[in-house]
């Protein structure tokens, strides 16, 4: 199920500067000199070893809706420089007006692992057009993908156990909660409580009452009878409101009127206390009374440190609700994403590579046009990552550099393969058919099961093996080199 776009995108979500700099190139001549940028990231969030890429979907209707309308226009005249005269010819503005988007763009689909370094978009076209991009396509694929990443690492470490997530109220914003209850989805969340993301999105919507619910009763026991009367068929019980253990008593009595109702409860859900040691006597009391079905749900301050821990101590869990932690991507406020300029071309000439240098190594970019290609087993499992430049051939066998540790891996020959960005515009028409979400939800799920068990554990995780593919390894040393020595 599709809705309609998540945000309401203009083409004023950027920042000022890609605006001055659109008008730079423009009162040079040279707006429509052809560039190439793309959008990678320099580390996997939370200390792992994978991130999931998202947002792509999101990306595309920003890409369809982009045009500035006449209210962006005369916002844009109405802006002054130090001097008190406006900050852009109206030229430009006439510019700005007509402006359609021409570029060609590739990306990785949505839930596909990616891994630092790894070009996620990559934006082929005028300058003024790719500069006027940056700002809102980091701002979608950063968010995004950390949020799909967080939740790939909740599910994770709940071993197949259903999880909920729902941190709306402590989200980032209503776009924020919006946003990130469709990237959670896509990490491996079975369902949201964000009412709005349901009917955006179709997503299983999931709730049934709080803690002011059970005190505005006289008792617990009313509360939960008065409930189950007007919700027989959504009936979890949150039983910790004052003690956890007659919570599940008052549940069980609840659920017994229930059943000779025709109805049966859903379950209990704890919220606060030795969640571990409550979970076990709460399975042992729903189990006695004869309700072995009922499931006993988890939420509070969860994260995947705490439901690995839980489940380690013995924990006897059904579900796990998380809020907080996933929908704000706690502890990383962001991914690190950059948007990074790799060649320029002036009309009817050749792709000059640009470099960025920097003292760390990580930081001094990689020259080019660039794809990434996965080598994987017969069964589709991954072996390594090369990223190379799209007019190099990848000679065989293909060899890996790392970009820190220069270490060689090198890909036997005729091992399978397949380049992982495709297509999505060219010039000003869509050539992507983009998945629903239970396809990319999919997706993201059977890229886990393929990735290598080790860079997916929460505690020291190894490191994929991923680099440059050895010509673009050449051609990064040489333009270095080169930069170094017109410094000099």
């Given at each position: 199920m599709m809705g309609p776009p998540v945000h309401s995108f203009t083409a004023l979500t950027t920042d000022l500067y890609e605006v001055t700099m659109a008008y730079g190139y423009?009162?040079?001549?040279?707006?429509d000199h052809e560039a190439a940028f793309h959008v990678t990231f320099r580390h996997n969030p939370f200390g792992g070893q994978f991130t999931v890429a998202c947002g792509l979907a999101t990306a595309i209707d920003f890409l369809r809706m982009f045009h500035f309308t006449e209210t962006e226009i005369a916002y844009l005249a109405s802006q002054r420089g130090n001097d008190g005269k406006p900050l852009f010819d109206s030229g430009f503005l006439d510019y700005l007006r007509d402006l359609r988007l021409t570029c060609d763009i590739d990306a990785i689909p949505e839930g596909t692992l990616v891994f630092p370094n790894e070009p996620l978009i990559r934006v082929s076209g005028p300058v003024a057009q790719?500069?006027?991009?940056?700002?809102?396509?980091?701002?979608?694929?950063?968010?995004?993908?950390?949020?799909?990443?967080?939740?790939?690492?909740?599910?994770?470490?709940?071993?197949?156990?259903?999880?909920?997530?729902?941190?709306?109220?402590?989200?980032?914003?209503?776009?924020?909660?919006?946003?990130a209850a469709r990237a959670a989805y896509i990490g491996g969340c079975v369902g949201t409580s964000n009412l709005q993301a349901g009917e955006r999105f179709g997503i299983p919507v999931s709730g049934t009452q709080a803690h002011s619910w059970i005190m505005f009763f006289e008792s617990e026991d009313e509360a939960f009878q008065t409930y189950a009367s007007a919700m027989p068929n959504n009936c979890v019980l949150l039983v910790d409101t004052y003690n956890s253990i007659e919570g599940v008593r008052h549940a069980i009595d609840v659920a017994s009127q229930l059943r000779k109702e025709g109805h049966e409860m859903i379950g209990v859900r704890l919220d606060s206390g030795d969640r571990v040691a409550l979970s076990i006597e709460a399975r042992r009391m729903l189990d006695k009374a004869g309700f072995t079905n009922a499931k006993i749900v988890c939420s509070g301050d969860l994260d995947e440190h705490v439901i690995a821990d839980m489940k380690q101590g013995g924990a006897r869990i059904d579900m796990w609700g998380v809020g907080t932690k996933l929908t704000t991507g706690q502890p990383d406020a962001a991914l690190s994403g950059i948007y990074k300029l790799g060649a320029v071309r002036h009309p009817g000439g050749q792709w000059q590579y640009r470099i960025k240098l920097s003292d760390e190594a990580a930081k001094t970019s990689c020259p080019g046009l660039l794809q990434v290609r996965r080598f994987q087993q017969p069964d589709g499992r991954f072996i390594a990552d090369a990223i190379y430049e799209t007019d190099h051939a990848i000679?065989?066998?293909?060899?890996?550099?790392?970009?820190?540790?220069?270490?060689?891996?090198?890909?036997?020959?005729?091992?399978?393969?397949?380049?992982?960005?495709?297509?999505?515009?060219?010039?000003?028409?869509?050539?992507?058919?983009?998945?629903?979400?239970?396809?990319?939800?999919?997706?993201?799920?059977?890229?886990?099961?393929?990735?290598?068990?080790?860079?997916?554990?929460?505690?020291?995780?190894?490191?994929?093996?991923?680099?440059?593919?050895r010509s673009l390894h050449e051609l990064r040393a040489t333009l270095i080199a080169r930069a170094q020595e017109q410094l000099k």
């Open positions: 423009w009162k040079a001549g040279v707006s790719c500069q006027l991009l940056e700002t809102t396509l980091l701002n979608i694929l950063n968010f995004e993908s950390l949020i799909a990443t967080k939740a790939a690492r909740v599910c994770l470490a709940a071993k197949n156990d259903p999880v909920i997530e729902f941190g709306l109220r402590r989200a980032q914003g209503v776009d924020g909660g919006l946003t000679s065989e066998p293909c060899v890996v550099v790392d970009l820190e540790t220069e270490k060689k891996t090198e890909i036997p020959a005729k091992t399978d393969y397949s380049d992982l960005l495709v297509p999505v515009f060219r010039r000003d028409q869509l050539v992507y058919q983009t998945p629903n979400l239970e396809a990319s939800r999919e997706h993201a799920r059977k890229q886990l099961d393929c990735a290598p068990p080790e860079i997916l554990r929460l505690k020291n995780p190894t490191p994929y093996k991923i680099g440059l593919e």
